[in-house]
């Protein structure tokens, strides 16, 4: 996951500034970021931006999402050259994005206001299938576990990563974060059924924390690690403390908060 990687800032530019919420399905795409030659997220939404508007667009992203991850509350900003009023530019954006991509709502917003800079907080779910046999339904949405997980001993482990820490050990390399220390306001576990999501809200977040701290959690889950392991892996600094990088696909933001 590629939270806490800076995105290019918007292309100032005549017409109006505009805030969208956006949903969508990451499995087809690869990431939020536009890059050479694959699909993703920001490449469709300019396009569908410029499909309507009758220009380019430069979209910024609240959180630059890694291929295969999902968003249901992704915000992101641009200038909108267009004619189409905002109140109609999620119904006229949507009939032009790929069905597993969605405008949700639309909102002008002050000039110079922009996604990524204006973000003071941000949301992520991390989901886990936790039964015996694996699911069509969910297979591109949660990381089938089939054993046992000890969920007190989780929830007292994800308590150790609340608060202000330097949180190296729960960075994949890659990331361009310069500082690695955030503050992690709510983690915790719920159970609906079969399935165990795993609630992380912060700051801001470096590159696959989020995965890295749910792979530690189940960690703890299944025995292997203990909260005070987690405590140890904070204390050191060092990424082979903690757990392993848990799959993309079981991983969604949220929403975003401003």
Aim: with cysteine; charged share 20%.
């Amino acid at each position: 996951m590629g939270e806490g990687r800076a995105a290019p800032g918007a292309v100032p530019g005549a017409g109006r500034n505009v805030m969208l919420v956006v949903e969508y399905e990451g499995t087809s795409y690869h990431g939020f970021a536009r890059q050479a030659g694959p699909v993703t997220i920001q490449g469709v939404l300019e396009a569908a931006i410029a499909s309507i508007g009758g220009a380019p667009a430069r979209v910024v992203g609240a959180g630059r999402t890694d291929a295969g991850v999902h968003a249901r509350g992704q915000v992101v900003s641009f200038t909108f050259a267009g004619s189409v009023p905002t109140s109609r530019l999620p119904a006229a954006l949507n009939a032009n994005l790929p069905p597993d991509v969605a405008v949700l709502a639309a909102r002008e917003v002050a000039p110079g206001w922009d996604a990524l800079r204006a973000c003071a907080g941000k949301l992520y779910s991390y989901t886990v299938l936790n039964r015996a046999s694996p699911s069509p339904m969910w297979r591109r949405f949660a990381l089938h576990w089939p054993g046992p997980l000890d969920e007190a001993a989780m929830r007292a482990a994800a308590s150790e990563l609340l608060g202000r820490h330097d949180f190296r050990a729960f960075r994949s390399t890659g990331g361009s974060a310069k500082t690695t220390a955030r503050h992690v306001s709510r983690c915790d576990i719920e159970r609906q059924g079969d399935l165990l999501r795993i609630l992380v809200e912060a700051d801001g977040f470096l590159y696959n924390m989020v995965r890295i701290m749910a792979g530690t959690l189940l960690e703890v889950g299944r025995g292997a690690m203990t909260a005070g392991d987690v405590r140890e892996a904070l204390a050191a600094d060092d990424r082979g403390r903690a757990g392993p990088t848990l799959p993309p696909h079981g991983l969604c933001l949220e929403l975003v908060r401003y």
